[in-house]
Nanobody
Framework: VQLQASGGGLVQPGGSLRVSCVAS????????IGWVRQAPGKEREGVSC????????WYADSVKGRFTITSDNAKNTVYLEMNSLRPEDTAVYYC?????????????????WGQGTLVTVSS
């Protein structure tokens, strides 16, 4: 399994950014895929997950209403649209997959990780 994340960058508070993750070696129709972030000096935090075969999405309370996760199974790609960004959203965002979105509550249990993409929210 390979996960290639992209789209991070510098954005001002209140701005928007979309990060993407292309997955290979795995069929997203049968796997959960999502995002975990880690801010400097903090533990990893599950952000969002989508489970196509179950038709469900999950968001951490800290991003609910601001972030939207979508997947394009034909392209084996998952997107995270981030709106109303705050300085506390600054982190390295990692793409990850696991059989279930429940793993994103406890990111240390996730099996497959991609490299991260840095999102910096600052004026």
């Amino acid at each position: 399994v390979q996960l290639q994340a992209s789209g991070g960058g510098l954005v001002q508070p209140g701005g928007s950014l979309r990060v993407s993750c292309v997955a290979s070696g795995i069929n997203l129709k049968y796997s959960a895929i999502g995002w975990v972030r880690q801010a400097p000096g903090k533990e990893r935090e599950g952000v969002s997950c989508v489970n196509s075969f179950g038709g469900m999405t999950w968001y951490a309370d800290s991003v609910k209403g601001r972030f939207t996760i979508t997947s394009d199974n034909a392209k084996n790609t998952v997107y995270l649209e981030m709106n109303s960004l705050r300085p506390e959203d600054t982190a390295v965002y990692y793409c990850a997959t696991d059989p279930s979105c429940s793993s994103f509550y406890y990111p240390d249990t996730i099996h497959n990780w991609g490299q991260g993409t840095l999102v910096t929210v600052s004026s």
